[in-house]
């Protein structure tokens, strides 16, 4: 999958001297408008395995602020590719264009198949599409973590830890794997759920990694005023924008461990920025109707 890429760049953040470590942002959100961070990751090595076995359609599921459902219908317009999403909620049906996400990937030419939480989960939805090249939820697989091998370069090897937001476990699994034996990889899932640990085994098989579970905030998607407070806050010190669903979470979550003494002084931080901003608009649209303020 050849688009054309810009560099992400360690970005430093201004931190009090008192914390006592260093801490970067590894701007992947930057490098892509629309196929964003680690989605671009996800999806390159998987575009090239659907074109090398001849498929025209692509295949996927996702919920209603699915940053990988706007990355999968981009990619395929992209690249020539029908593709159809497995939407959960049965209820959005009649809601696409209120949804910032889903609008956005039925522009570019998504079709959609809504089915209530109970029936997302089953395989016998999959027997029935036989020439789609499936790519499962949130776009985990070998070959998504192979792309995810890619985040991490020559100049980030003097980091001692390295930080990500953490979804299915696809990103944090390929950190780890190009990661250095020095270096501690830390995750911190967005979502409440104890099968993470074990997906991630699945993919790796160094031990220098740890999930942080503190940062959920509820659950996926979940999100109260203390977060969207640091997340403007952040962007007004740092001119960082952050999204709410994974790298608001996970930043708040570092600046909490800084405070706490987590990180020996002297420590150099190295965070990834894994995108998700197109997931603002939809996510402002649930703020308003909640009276909370808005993401700025
Ligand atoms: C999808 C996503 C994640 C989670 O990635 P996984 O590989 O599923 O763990 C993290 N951050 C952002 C912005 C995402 O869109």
């Given at each position: 999958m050849m688009f054309q890429l810009h560099k992400s760049?360690?970005?430093?953040?201004?931190?009090?001297?008192?914390?006592?470590?260093?801490?970067?942002?590894?701007?992947?959100?930057?490098?892509?408008p629309f196929v964003s961070g680690n989605k671009y990751r996800k999806l390159k090595y998987n575009i090239?395995?659907?074109?090398?076995?001849?498929?025209?359609?692509?295949?996927?599921?996702?919920?209603?602020?699915?940053?990988?459902?706007a990355a999968v219908a981009y990619a395929g317009h992209m690249f020539g590719f029908e593709t159809l999403g497995i939407i959960r909620g049965d209820e959005l049906k009649d809601r696409i264009d209120d949804n910032?996400?889903?609008?956005?990937?039925?522009?570019?030419?998504?079709?959609?198949?809504?089915?209530?939480?109970?029936?997302?989960?089953?395989?016998?939805?999959?027997?029935?599409?036989?020439d789609y090249y499936i790519i499962p939820e949130g776009g985990t697989n070998v070959l998504a973590v192979k792309g995810c091998e890619e985040i991490l370069t020559e100049m980030d090897v003097?980091?001692?830890?390295?930080?990500?937001?953490?979804?299915?476990?696809?990103?944090?699994?390929?950190?780890?794997?190009?990661?250095?034996?020095?270096?501690?990889?830390?995750?911190?899932?967005a979502l409440k759920g104890s099968f993470l640990q074990e997906d991630i085994s699945k993919f790796v098989s160094k031990p220098n990694w740890k999930l942080i579970t503190d940062y959920h905030f509820g659950g996926y998607a979940?999100?109260?005023?203390?977060?969207?407070?640091?997340?403007?806050?952040?962007?007004?010190?740092?001119?960082?924008?952050?999204?709410?669903?994974y790298t608001g979470k996970m930043m708040f979550g570092i600046f909490?461990?800084?405070?706490?003494?987590?990180?020996?002084?002297?420590?150099?931080i190295l965070a990834i920025h894994t995108g998700g901003l197109q997931g603002i608009e939809g996510m402002n649209n649930t703020l308003k109707q909640k009276n909370l303020p808005l993401i700025e």
């Open positions: 760049l360690n970005q430093k953040i201004n931190l009090p001297p008192e914390f006592g470590v260093e801490l970067f942002l590894k701007r992947e959100d930057e490098i892509h090239e395995e659907a074109q090398k076995k001849g498929f025209k359609k692509l295949l996927t599921f996702g919920g209603a602020y699915s940053n990988h459902i910032a996400t889903l609008s956005f990937a039925k522009n570019h030419g998504m079709q959609f198949e809504f089915v209530t939480r109970e029936a997302y989960r089953t395989d016998k939805l999959i027997n029935d599409y036989q003097d980091f001692n830890y390295i930080c990500t937001s953490v979804g299915t476990g696809g990103t944090v699994s390929g950190l780890i794997n190009c990661s250095q034996p020095s270096q501690q990889v830390l995750g911190f899932p979940k999100i109260n005023l203390e977060l969207i407070r640091f997340i403007n806050a952040f962007k007004e010190q740092q001119h960082i924008q952050l999204d709410p669903v909490d461990l800084i405070q706490k003494g987590y990180f020996p002084k002297g420590s150099r």
